[in-house]
């Protein structure tokens, strides 16, 4: 079973989140190298989430808003895994989120 970690602290986004798969939220960016986890889903727009990416070791799964294309690719280069807006993310949930 994947062991899925998350930071997203928006509480629509966080719901779907959970009822896509069983995941351990965290409370603030730091605090994703202190889980162990397979997979992390971190919503990108969130300050601190870029400086913490380059210090995982699970698959990065990031989510940012369609406007935000500079941010994205920083975080690509960060070492996020998939990088996608907003929209697409939340359409391909459950396949991401499958394992």
């Known amino acids: ?3 899925i970690a ?4 928006d509480l629509m986004d966080r719901s779907k989140v959970a009822g896509a798969a069983d995941v351990t939220f965290v409370s603030g960016p730091a605090a994703l190298s202190t889980v ?7 919503d990108l727009m969130r300050p601190g989430v870029l400086e913490v ?7 990065i799964i990031g989510f940012a808003r ?3 294309p500079a941010l994205m690719a920083a975080a690509q280069a960060a070492g996020c895994d998939v ?4 929209s697409t993310f939340f359409a391909r949930l459950d396949e991401f989120l499958a394992g």
Do not use: F, I, K
């Open 1 to 3: 079973m994947t062991r």
């Open 6 to 9: 998350a930071y997203v602290p």
């Open 36 to 42: 162990e986890a397979d997979l992390v889903v971190v």
């Open 53 to 59: 990416l380059p210090t995982l070791s699970a698959r």
């Open 66 to 68: 369609h406007t935000e």
């Open 83 to 86: 990088v996608l807006p907003r």
